[in-house]
T-cell receptor, first 112, second 112 residues
Framework: DVKVTQSSRYLVKRTGEKVFLECVQD?????MFWYRQDPGLGLRLIYF???????EKGDIPEGYSVSREKKERFSLILESASTNQTSMYLC???????????FGDGTRLSIL | AQSVTQLDSHVSVSEGTPVLLRCNYS??????LFWYVQHPNKGLQLLLK??????LVKGINGFEAEFKKSETSFHLTKPSAHMSDAAEYFC??????????FGAGTRLAVHP
């Protein structure tokens, strides 16, 4: 079974802080994704990566950046956290185009 | 552009009765379609996927979905609900290169 592990289940940070969310997958998947999930809005794609050091903007990249230095690890960075970034963040990975994505359990981030 | 509409934000059923969660999609070409389930404080788990093979797709935990091109629908059904089915369900369409479009979700409640 694919295992996608997010480093924190719950995180509380202050406005203006730089925040790192980490994600690791163990199935040698090419593609990795970061989403945020908000009530009534479903999942929205922030960034994705289709290879090491490669990244593409999703639908809502503003205020975020990403890093993929190794194939198994994909980090989401909030450059200067704001209260409107309080949300559930989900990481996912997939083997190839149109294949199902496998999700981690999520990080519930609160910005105070 | 592709889109997904889940027609009910909440569905409530009694244990042992059938489940129907409705999903309509729009797509400019032959889509890949998925249903995911999310239990409280967990990530998303793939229930089933349609990728242009059989129109009736069987998934895990007794769920199935039927792809109807003429109606642009991909409704999820289960003959007999179980208490453990209570969760949020997402209908998802693939837009091609790594892009998944998520519906807003349907929350299923199962009563004894």
């Amino acid at each position: 079974d694919v295992k996608v592990t997010q480093s924190s289940r719950y995180l509380v940070k202050r406005t203006g802080e730089k925040v790192f969310l980490e994600c690791v997958q163990d199935m040698d998947h090419e593609n990795m994704f970061w989403y945020r999930q908000d009530p009534g809005l479903g999942l929205r794609l922030i960034y994705f990566s289709y290879d090491v050091k490669m990244k593409e903007k999703g639908d809502i990249p503003e205020g975020y950046s990403v890093s993929r230095e190794k194939k198994e690890r994909f980090s989401l960075i909030l450059e200067s956290a704001s209260t409107n970034q309080t949300s559930m963040y989900l990481c996912a990975s997939s083997f190839s185009v149109n294949q199902p994505q496998h999700f981690g359990d999520g990080t519930r981030l609160s910005i105070l | 552009a592709q889109s997904v509409t889940q027609l009910d934000s909440h569905v409530s059923v009694s244990e042992g009765t059938p489940v129907l969660l409705r999903c309509n999609y729009s797509s400019s070409y032959s889509p890949s379609l998925f249903w995911y389930v999310q239990h409280p404080n967990k990530g998303l788990q793939l229930l089933l996927k349609y990728t242009s093979a059989a129109t009736l797709v069987k998934g895990i935990n007794g769920f199935e979905a039927e792809f109807k091109k003429s109606e642009t629908s991909f409704h999820l059904t289960k003959p007999s609900a179980h208490m453990s089915d209570a969760a949020e369900y997402f209908c998802v369409v693939s837009e091609g290169y790594n892009k998944l479009i998520f519906g807003a979700g349907t929350r299923l409640a199962v009563h004894p």
